[in-house]
């Protein structure tokens, strides 16, 4: 087992390059079976998501090479239709676009449930509705996900019930399966659901409208590519909240400003200094900040993966403030951790923080019960004097890149201990 040790109060300043997207990575390498062929991908993050990836493709007979930490050679042509042990799918939520992309190529597939952030119910239905559509016979028990289309897979007009992320990516991949036109409605507009599509596109699929409600998917016959996976936004506003929460100065470097808009806005409500540049944005903080209100939206409203941290900068600022999460049903339960570190937060119902900004904050032992919470944990544990100790860190494994040496540079006193045999 490991932990962080954080000795906090120290200003951030620096440099820092951001990866690539988390949320897009493992839904490219997973697609990469319906082309058939070899693909180069390139800005890889190197994170546990991505090794249990790849690790699920080595299983069902993809040839991987690994060139560097950021990118893989993957020659998909020999995959079979094998059943992958449940105790990799269960690793990460990311595993149930495999069941999209063997609907693609096999027009069969049985897999266990996807594994991942527990943020309350995390329903696969509208997953299921577009195989349906698509004309497979699909269901879950919960704990299989079987889809199957013994006369090929055929375009539809796809309807969502909700805006759906993984559902979206799913339908999109198995579409790229099917004969004929699919149109995905109230499709989510996220930037991974764009570059999933520039990639398709790249490896000769025939996709337009991503990043609008409406999605057109012409099926037909893939290839091979080499591809550049665009930067991550939720690393990049990661390492912005934890500039402003230091009241330090840092430069992110590798980033697409548009995608973090959101971000930039509601830090610039609470007073902090955002100079945007073309592929970067400087980031620093006065020693006063002022609360702010956040209510959670998909994309191009503000992000839910970001409000864990906002929650830790609207702790430090002055005023009340509120957070108001449209996404998840549970996605609060960082708040017991930080208010051992002495925040004050009332939850109203399961969605709804008030947060009563001005106390300051005192090391603790704390855990990381979610990705976005550790990496909140982690903000707070830097902006506090003292000592704190963050356990259950392989949460933040599995979706940042280096963490402890980024952070290093940038100036932390961090170290990331094994105490499994002290």
Do not use: W
Request: proline residues 4%.
């Amino acid at each position: 087992m490991e932990k962080l040790i954080i000795d906090g109060g120290r200003p951030l300043n620096g440099r820092i390059k951001v990866d690539g997207m988390k949320n897009v990575a493992s839904a490219v390498l997973f697609a990469s079976i319906v082309t058939r062929g070899v693909c180069t991908i390139e800005n890889l993050p190197n994170i546990k998501e991505v090794s249990v990836t790849l690790d699920i493709l080595r299983t069902i007979g993809a040839k991987v090479s690994v060139i560097d930490e950021s990118t893989v050679v993957l020659d998909t042509s020999s995959v079979e239709n094998v059943h992958v042990p449940e105790e990799l799918i269960s690793k990460i939520r990311a595993s149930y676009y495999l069941a999209g992309a063997m609907l693609a190529r096999f027009k069969e597939t049985e897999m266990g449930f996807p594994g991942g952030c527990d943020f309350g119910k995390r329903p696969i239905d509208q997953h299921i509705k577009a195989f349906r559509a698509l004309g497979a016979e699909a269901y879950t028990d919960g704990e299989h996900i079987s889809a199957r289309a013994p006369h090929g897979l055929t375009g539809a007009e796809i309807y969502f019930d909700c805006v759906t992320v993984g559902g979206t990516i799913n339908a999109m991949i198995a579409a790229v399966g099917a004969e004929g036109m699919t149109v995905i409605n109230n499709a989510a507009r996220e930037p991974h659901i764009v570059d999933l599509a520039n990639f398709l596109n790249t490896c000769g699929a025939h996709i337009s409208g991503a990043g609008t409600s409406v999605i057109k998917v012409r099926g037909g016959e893939l290839h091979g590519c080499t591809y550049d996976i665009i930067p991550d936004m939720l690393e990049a506003g990661t390492y912005m909240v934890a500039a402003a929460a230091t009241h330090g100065s840092v430069y992110i470097d590798g980033i697409i400003p548009k995608h973090i808009s959101s971000i930039s806005k509601k830090l610039m409500e609470m007073g902090v200094n955002i100079t945007e540049f073309d592929d970067g944005v400087l980031v620093s903080a006065p020693n006063e900040l002022k609360s702010t209100n956040i209510e959670t939206m998909p994309y191009p409203g503000f992000p839910t993966d970001m409000q864990p941290l906002m929650a830790v900068l609207m702790c430090l600022a002055k005023g009340v403030g509120s957070i108001n999460e449209t996404i998840y049903d549970d996605r609060f339960r960082y708040v017991e951790e930080l208010k051992r570190m002495g925040a004050h937060i009332n939850l109203l119902g399961s969605r709804r923080a008030e947060i009563i900004g001005g106390y300051p904050l005192t090391p603790a032992a704390v855990r990381a019960v979610d990705l976005r919470a550790g990496a909140a944990m982690t903000v707070a544990a830097l902006a506090t004097p003292g000592r704190t100790e963050i356990d259950d860190i392989y949460h933040l494994e599995r979706g940042y890149s280096d963490l402890v040496g980024k952070l290093k540079s940038l100036g932390a006193s961090i170290k990331k201990i094994d105490y499994t045999n002290l």
